[in-house]
């Protein structure tokens, strides 16, 4: 197996981890949305620990599918290749902070149960805040998610690595979602413009399912690699 077919499959591995990581971790901090969260949260550490786990290995492969195929990516563009590690970065130093907002939570849980003689509009607001910050991360996450979306699908409509009806349904599926993401900061979204999501998730899981079986079209050249061998030597 080539180092193309090899980063293929992995980047294909990577995004099925960033997306079923995320999903599976919703049903192990359930507790957070409760509205006795401050004891839930305690009670159900174990499964709280677990999804800070996963949401870690989702961050993980955020922040490495854009480094594992930059070096497919760089040779049709090299600039978007570096934006896209950007913007996944980016992306993954929100998920950090939503991480680090059910750590302290779970803290604060643990002070609250143990505490003698509790105050509750301590705890209240301190649990308030962690929580709207976990949501902020949440939505603010989406916008270098979608902003990535569209650079690498851009770049892989232009490279023709992969067939272009599906980088062309990356790149709506990014706009959709962008869209929410806006309509959500100023509260303006509803639960049932999450259908918006569905386009953008069934995109990168026929992407990972493509990159696994079949690879990237590695037939499709490098703008360069269209030249004359003879006419490079003499430039």
């Not at 023709?160 to 980088?167: G, N, Y």
């Not at 990168?204 to 490098?222: C, D, R, V, Y």
Request: overall charge neutral; cysteine-free.
């Amino acid at each position: 197996m080539d180092s193309d077919r090899k980063t293929a499959t992995l980047v294909g591995l990577l995004f099925i981890l960033a997306t079923a990581a995320p999903i599976t971790s919703a049903f192990f901090t359930g507790s957070i949305h409760g509205t006795d969260y401050l004891t839930a949260v305690s009670a159900n550490q174990t499964q709280v620990l677990i999804g800070i786990l996963l949401l870690l290995t989702m961050t993980a492969s955020i922040v490495s599918i854009p480094i594992v195929i930059y070096p497919v990516l760089k040779k049709h563009n090299e600039t978007l290749a570096l934006g896209y590690v950007g913007a996944r970065i980016f992306e993954g130093f929100f998920s950090a902070v939503n991480i680090i907002s059910l750590l302290l939570l779970l803290s604060l849980s643990r002070e609250f149960v143990t505490s003698a003689a509790p105050v509750d509009s301590y705890f209240q607001t301190s649990g308030a805040l962690l929580l709207a910050g976990f949501d902020w991360g949440s939505i603010l996450l989406d916008f270098p998610f979608t902003i990535g979306a569209l650079v690498l699908n851009y770049v892989l409509y232009k490279s023709k690595l992969v067939p272009r009806w599906l980088s062309a349904l990356g790149i709506l599926g990014a706009v959709l979602w962008l869209t929410d993401a806006f309509l959500r900061v100023f509260s303006l979204s509803s639960p049932s413009l999450e259908i918006l999501a569905l386009p953008i998730a069934a995109q990168e899981m026929i992407l990972a399912a493509l990159l696994i079986i079949k690879g990237f079209n590695m037939s499709a050249t490098a703008p360069d690699s269209n030249k004359d061998p003879a006419k490079r030597s003499k430039q």
